[in-house]
């Protein structure tokens, strides 16, 4: 191993061990954003680039949740607004998300990973869809990490069409107006039997979240890097994850209920 290789090893391992066990955050939630940044800060013609080297950040931030025994992690990888992107960027992101699947799978069967998708997956070319279950079937068995593909995905959407559902039932006479309660809407999200994300992380410098989990995030603590997404690596996992351990966590109480605890 060469001395850089080396350094970064050591750091990586010390900021892996610095982190609590006790207090792991159950769900991370990620935007990956700045594949098209990075893609022209290297000097590459095409945005493309970007995205493919993100699948590698992906394998790498995956691996790393897996490793710290996490339970969840959803990330964005194509949103209902990313369908008005030049077609044929649209359709790299689609061959991408294939080669991915096709590729990872092995990697995902290694490490425990169980692979689902929240979003509106039947907008997908046919292709990209069967892959998709097929990988999710392969990968069902498991009962390590859960790894979300957030994927033709807009919460707004989402809530659209929970409070579609809850409508239903009550126009069928099945549920009072005055019975609707958080868990209705929540039995009706494409999230429906996973915790909410404990932390919110999103790279690229941007702070917004950009219809990703609007309901879920209600608690979410917020980490923003300026890392593009292609350069984040497990180190910067483990600082979010750091940072996340050094906040409190309130949920609406004050500082004194919680250390009378
Ligand atoms: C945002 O960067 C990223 C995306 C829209 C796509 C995310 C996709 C990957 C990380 C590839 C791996 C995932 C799968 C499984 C397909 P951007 O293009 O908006 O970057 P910019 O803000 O710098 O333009």
Do not use: C
Request: aromatic residues 8%.
């Amino acid at each position: 191993m060469n001395a850089a290789v080396d350094s970064k090893v050591y750091k990586e391992n010390r900021l892996k061990a610095g982190l609590l066990p006790d207090y792991m955050p159950e769900h991370v939630a990620v935007i990956m954003d700045g594949n098209g940044r990075w893609a022209k800060k290297q000097g590459f013609l095409t945005r493309i680039k970007g995205h493919e080297v993100g699948v590698d950040a992906l394998r790498k931030i995956t691996t790393a949740s897996a490793e710290l025994g996490l339970n969840y992690l959803t990330v964005y990888a194509f949103s209902t607004e990313n369908w008005n992107r030049p077609k044929a960027e649209v359709d790299a992101l689609m061959n991408i998300l294939m080669g991915a699947l096709e590729k990872e799978l092995p990697i995902l069967l290694a490490n425990n990973v169980k692979l689902k998708a929240i979003g509106n997956i039947h907008a997908l070319p046919s292709k990209a869809n069967k892959k998709l279950m097929s990988v999710m079937d392969a990968t069902s068995g498991n009962d390590g990490l859960t790894l979300t593909l957030a994927l033709s995905y807009g919460s707004q959407e989402e809530l659209v069409h929970a409070f579609r559902k809850v409508a239903a039932e009550v126009a069928a006479g099945t549920l009072k107006p005055e019975e609707i309660s958080e868990d209705h809407i929540e039995r009706n999200l494409f999230t429906a039997g996973m915790p909410n994300p404990d932390l919110l992380i999103r790279t690229s410098g941007e702070q917004r979240i950009s219809n990703y989990l609007l309901w879920q995030l209600a608690y979410a603590e917020f980490y923003f890097t300026p890392v593009l997404w292609p350069d984040f690596d497990a180190d910067g996992f483990y600082e979010a994850i750091a940072t996340f351990q050094k906040r409190e966590r309130r949920f609406g109480q004050t500082s004194e209920q919680l250390t009378a605890k």
